[in-house]
């Protein structure tokens, strides 16, 4: 049976889980708004740009420290607006910014200052290529040299973006029985009266009284994203994809498909968003989005991530195919210089 006084984990015979750490505060400063969820981009906006900045003394990327600098704020811009963009037309499920566009980047809610919640990674990475490719216009760079630079240290700083979503406990994984689950404070609480939840309660040992509310253990899906997708992930790239490197954009494309692999499996431990749902769901019908009960059941998440990988493939043959035009040139303008001197 479990000893609800105990603060830190609940103990049955057979389980051990954890409940969320209390000393954990979303903010940094209290009575301020300021939040750890906002000190974590910042922080992995510093760690992308010394990453890139590291790339420009070792001369593998043209670029200046200037430019590197101008590149940032044109990536930044383009990730928040595309990452609140996503999030408000495409994960809210109600329609309602389509009706009232002019409130997706109003940061006030009932008098009250909230900035802006919800924000998409997939919207951010559409964004944050937007960015790239009108600053590689303006400045006539090559948009895929450019792309692999940035690739190569965003998956680090993606990390703490994930810290981020743990520290503010949300996001928070399907229900689940592994010893490290997790208790989330303000995941949503299920009846007894459900027979899948008793069924859990039973399982796991859990006290309840008939009609009570629980709130049961989750993945931290949040821990799992930021070790796969990004250290995990940032390490491939950094260490392995970068020695192999042979053109330009190889780097982005396998980044798209090794992110849009680990956040696809990832997803079937993530609760989905409860608002939408599966998107897709060839599984069992009647399954709760708080278990997982089919792989067959696929979010909005994974529909995203298969494009992701769908988009990353292609680019792969069309880059190495771009690289191998250009090499071409490259021998063709070199034997014409060569021509010219004999002549001489």
């Known amino acids: 049976m479990v000893d609800h006084n105990k603060d830190s984990y609940y103990t049955s015979s057979m389980y051990l889980f954890i409940e969320y750490p209390s ?13 750890w969820y906002s000190l974590m981009y910042l922080v992995a906006f510093a760690v ?40 408000t037309l495409f994960y809210d499920g109600t329609g309602y910014y389509w009706t009232h566009p002019w409130l997706i980047f109003w940061p006030f809610s009932d008098g009250q200052f909230v900035g802006l919640p919800g924000m998409s990674y997939h919207g951010g990475l559409v964004g944050t290529t937007v960015g790239a490719i009108i600053f590689c216009k303006v400045h006539k760079k090559d ?46 609480s299920y009846s007894t009266g459900l027979e899948w939840v008793k069924n859990f309660a039973d399982t796991i040992g859990l006290a309840y009284v008939q009609g009570e509310m629980l709130n049961l253990p989750r993945h931290p899906s949040q ?34 498909i090794g992110y ?35 792989f067959l ?3 909005m998440g994974q529909l995203f991530c298969l494009l992701m990988i769908i988009v990353g493939i292609v680019l792969l043959y069309y880059t190495k195919a771009r690289g191998i035009r250009l090499e071409v040139k490259r021998m063709a303008k070199m034997n014409r210089g060569k021509k010219k001197k004999k002549k001489k």
């Open 223 to 256: 821990l799992y994203e930021a070790l796969f997708e990004g250290i995990i992930l940032w390490i491939l790239i950094w260490f392995v994809f970068k020695r192999i490197k042979k053109h330009d954009g190889f780097l982005l494309a396998w980044y798209l």
């Open 297 to 299: 059941n696929i979010s």
């Open 48 to 87: 992308a740009f010394l990453l890139v900045w590291k790339q420009i003394k070792r001369k593998e990327v043209n670029l200046t420290v200037d430019e590197a600098t101008t590149l940032f704020l044109y990536t930044i811009a383009g990730l928040i607006l595309g990452a609140r963009l996503f999030s």
């Open 23 to 35: 000393w954990i505060s979303p903010t940094i400063f209290s009575g301020l708004p300021i939040r």
């Open 260 to 294: 849009g692999f680990f956040r696809f499996v990832i997803e079937y431990v993530r609760e989905p968003d409860a608002n939408l749902g599966f998107i897709i769901q060839l599984g069992d019908k009647t399954a709760p989005i708080a278990l997982f009960e089919s």
């Open 143 to 188: 948009f895929w040299h450019i792309a692999d630079a940035l690739i190569a240290g965003i998956p680090l700083g993606y990390t703490f973006g994930r810290l981020g979503n743990f520290i503010n406990g949300e996001l928070w994984g399907r229900v689940s029985t592994a010893p490290w689950a997790m208790v989330f404070p303000d995941a949503p």
